[in-house]
């Protein structure tokens, strides 16, 4: 009972959190005005949403057929709430209305090195992070990541995939940094739902 109230305690504090951020993001400030939609996101919303993903950049996450993600939401995404080693859910550069996942290998301040000795290292600037496709077998060429399309901006960051679903019977927790891993644990807990993941898998 002690694990499960502060499984609970932990998870309102989450949604309390989320709620400021989001509403800030929202109307570009926390005034008196929020208090109201606030508490209608703690004691209604989620803070996670499904993310049914077909491409073969994640098959080993995955499967090389269509699955479906349990996403957190994040608001903002910065050094303090994504970390490298993370599978996150990104705009996709060259289309803003689409999403890609994507495992974040390095953030701002990180120096980058190309095995082509014909290229500069560089450094990544304030907000821009490096995503690279979680399948190894893919040809850099042959990967729409990074190393084809280059940094993008942590801003561009719209969640952090914490379960997947392959199909009915294969499905567990991301495998994500240690840090993610124990942030996210009571969303987990409090969020999933595996027979929603299984029908959205079937759409």
Same mark, same amino acid.
């Given at each position: ?152 901006? &942590? @801003?561009? +960051? $719209? ?8 199909? #009915? *019977? /294969?499905?567990?927790?991301? !495998? =994500?940094?240690? &840090? @993610?891993? +124990? $942030? ?8 999933? #739902? *595996? /027979?929603?993941?299984?029908? !959205? =898998?079937?759409?």
């Amino acid at each position: 009972m002690a694990s499960s109230l502060s499984t609970w305690l932990r998870y309102v504090t989450t949604k309390v959190v989320y709620s400021f951020s989001l509403y800030q993001k929202t109307h570009g400030r926390v005034d008196a005005k929020c208090f109201d939609t606030i508490v209608k996101t703690i004691l209604v919303g989620k803070v996670t949403f499904l993310h049914q993903n077909k491409a073969e950049e994640v098959a080993p996450t995955i499967g090389t057929e269509a699955g479906t993600f349990l996403v957190r939401r994040i608001p903002y995404a910065d050094p303090t709430n994504v970390f490298v080693g993370d599978l996150v859910v990104l705009k996709d550069p060259m289309n803003s209305d689409k999403y890609l996942v994507r495992r974040l290998a390095a953030i701002e301040g990180h120096e980058m090195a190309s095995t082509d000795k014909k290229d500069e290292p560089f450094v990544l600037e304030d907000n821009e992070c490096w995503v690279l496709a979680d399948n190894e077998d893919s040809k850099p060429k042959d990967s729409y990541d990074s190393r084809s399309f280059g940094p993008v901006t &942590l @801003s561009d +960051i $719209v969640g952090r995939a914490i379960y997947c679903l392959k199909n #009915d *019977v /294969d499905h567990g927790p991301v !495998n =994500n940094s240690d &840090l @993610s891993a +124990i $942030v996210d644990s009571p969303v987990l807990a409090v969020e999933l #739902d *595996v /027979d929603e993941l299984k029908k !959205n =898998n079937r759409q």
